[in-house]
């Protein structure tokens, strides 16, 4: 019986239905042709000798930096979050 109703609801306002799918999808349509095009990417070949050999390239002094940069900042917020945690008695 309920799926008779929903049946019935469907056969009612299908063209509601339609209308606002066709309207979301116009809009996104619209809304993403007026954005900018931009697109980056990056690529490393590496070609030949090991990766652990001793003749790194810039990729692998940006990657450990980054890393070094990223374990910094996750300590620097837990200190931050140690020192303001309201001291337990």
């Known amino acids: 019986m309920e799926t008779l109703r929903y049946l019935r609801f469907l056969?009612?306002?299908w063209w509601l239905i339609l209308?606002?799918?066709l309207v979301a999808a116009g809009t996104s349509y619209y809304t993403n042709s007026q954005l900018p095009r931009i697109h980056q990417s990056r690529t490393t070949l590496f070609e030949?000798?090991?990766q652990r050999s001793s003749n790194a390239d810039s990729?692998?002094?940006y990657y450990r930096a980054n890393?070094?940069?990223i374990k910094k900042s996750a300590r620097d917020r837990r200190r931050q979050r140690a020192d303001a945690a309201p001291a337990a008695h």
């Open 11 to 13: 056969a009612v306002w």
């Open 59 to 61: 990729y692998h002094h």
């Open 48 to 50: 030949g000798k090991s």
């Open 19 to 21: 209308a606002s799918v």
């Open 67 to 69: 890393v070094e940069n």
